[in-house]
C-alpha cells in the first residue's frame, strides 16, 4: 500500500529542508571558515602567495626555448639564507645571433660587459616566471634591447622550498638585485620592474637597500596596492564579506599581525629613485584606486618638483586589466623615456 504527502506538507518540508541547508551554509561561509581563517597562518599564507596555483604546468626551466625564449639561460643562485633560487637571464636583441655565447660564463660576462640597460622583474603572486603575460613582458623588453633577469621567490618555479613570509621573499629578492649590481659594478643602469604582489616586495627591497645608500637606476611599478591591508579591504573576492562588522578582525588584522604587510606607502619614503607607476583603470584584482593612493604617498614624501615620480593611467577601454599592460601600445616609449632620463640623471 503506498502513501503519498498532501502537497502542502510535502511543500513545507521541502521548504524547511531548504531553510535549514541555507542556514547551515551560511554559518559555515560566513562563521566558521572566517574563524579558521583568523586563526591559520598557513591559510592566510596561501591565500597571499598562491605559490600552489602552478601555471603553466611541467615547464622545463632549464629549457626555456620551449616557452618561446631565445638567448636565454637557466641558472641558479643560493642565497645568503641558504635558499636555491631559480633565474633566467635574458639577453638583448642585439645579442640573440651572436653565436660566442653559450657558457654560464659567456652569459655572465655580457652582463659584466653590458651597454645597455638592465632590467630585474619581480612576479606577483601564483604561477612561475615562465607565465605566459611574463613571457610577453620578457619579450618586449628584450625587443627594446635591454638585458632581463627574472626569477622565482622561494617556493614558486623551480626555486627551493623555504618558509614563505614577506620577509622571506624580500630577503630573495634583496640577494638577487645585490648579486646583479655587483655584478653589472656601474658598468649599466640596473633598473627594478615589480607586478603586482611583485610591487610590494621591490619597494620593501629597495626601502632596505637605501638605508645602505645602494639604489637602482630606477623603479617601475606596474599594477601596484599601497599595503596589504586595503588590498584585502578593496579586492573582489573580500565584497561579499567586507559589510560584516568582524571583516576587519577576522580578515586583514591577521595579516598585519603576522607580517604580511607589504607597506609599501610607508617604504616608498625611503626610496630614492626614479618612480614610474603603471596602472589600468579596468584592474579587477588591484584597483586603479590602491596605485593611485600609492601614487600620492610617494608625491607626499618625495614632492614632484622634478617629476622624479609619475604615474600612467591606462584607459580601461584597451582591456587590460591586470596582467596585460604589456600590450598597450605606448608602453615601448613610456619606457624608453623613463629610461632615458633615469640616465641622464646619473650622469649629470
Known amino acids: 500500500m503506498v502513501y503519498w504527502l498532501p502537497k502542502k506538507r510535502f511543500k513545507k518540508r521541502y521548504l524547511f529542508w531548504i531553510m535549514k541547508v541555507s542556514i547551515i551554509t551560511y554559518l559555515i561561509i560566513f562563521g566558521l ?32 626555448e620551449l616557452v618561446g625564449m631565445k638567448g636565454t639561460r637557466n641558472f641558479y643562485l643560493q642565497t645568503d639564507q641558504q635558499v636555491k633560487i631559480g633565474l633566467w637571464q635574458i639577453l638583448p636583441q642585439s645579442l640573440l645571433n651572436d653565436s660566442i655565447i653559450t657558457t654560464d660564463d659567456d652569459y655572465e660576462t655580457m652582463l659584466k660587459n653590458a651597454k645597455q640597460p638592465i ?24 625587443t627594446l634591447d635591454y638585458h632581463v633577469i627574472c626569477f622565482d621567490y622561494r617556493g ?14 624580500v630577503s630573495d629578492s634583496k640577494y638577487v638585485l645585490e ?7 656601474g658598468t649599466a643602469p640596473v633598473f627594478v620592474w615589480g607586478h603586482s604582489l611583485g610591487t610590494g616586495v621591490s619597494v620593501h627591497v629597495l626601502a632596505l637597500l637605501a ?21 584585502l579591504s578593496e579586492h573582489p573576492l573580500s565584497q561579499i564579506f567586507k559589510h560584516l562588522p568582524w571583516f576587519h578582525w577576522v580578515i586583514v588584522e591577521p595579516f598585519y599581525d603576522n607580517y ?19 596602472h589600468a583603470e579596468d584592474d579587477n584584482i ?63
Open 156 to 169: 614558486y618555479g623551480d626555486s627551493e622550498e623555504a618558509e614563505l613570509s614577506e620577509i622571506g621573499v
Open 119 to 142: 632590467f630585474l622583474y619581480m612576479h606577483g603572486n601564483s604561477g612561475n616566471r615562465a607565465s605566459n603575460h611574463r613571457l610577453e613582458l620578457y619579450k618586449l623588453f628584450q
Open 33 to 64: 571558515l572566517p574563524i579558521i581563517f583568523h586563526y591559520s597562518y598557513t591559510i592566510q599564507k596561501k591565500i597571499l602567495f598562491l605559490n600552489f596555483v602552478q601555471w603553466p604546468l611541467n615547464v622545463d626551466f632549464s629549457k626555456p
Open 260 to 278: 604580511l604587510r607589504f607597506e609599501s606607502d610607508k617604504h616608498i619614503e625611503k626610496i630614492q629613485c626614479p618612480i614610474m607607476i603603471l
Open 179 to 185: 648579486w646583479l649590481l655587483k655584478i653589472v659594478n
Open 211 to 231: 638605508t645602505e645608500k645602494v639604489q637602482p637606476a630606477g623603479l617601475f611599478l606596474e599594477s601596484p596596492f599601497n599595503n596589504i591591508a586595503d588590498e
Open 286 to 348: 588591484v584597483p586603479f584606486a590602491l596605485g593611485e593612493k600609492l601614487f600620492k604617498a610617494a608625491i607626499n614624501y618625495h614632492g614632484n618638483d622634478t617629476n622624479r615620480i609619475q604615474m600612467t593611467r591606462i584607459d580601461a577601454t584597451h582591456g587590460f586589466g591586470h596582467k596585460y599592460i604589456c600590450r598597450y601600445k605606448n608602453l615601448p616609449n613610456i619606457i624608453k623615456s623613463f629610461v632615458h632620463e633615469a640616465r641622464k640623471n646619473q650622469t649629470d
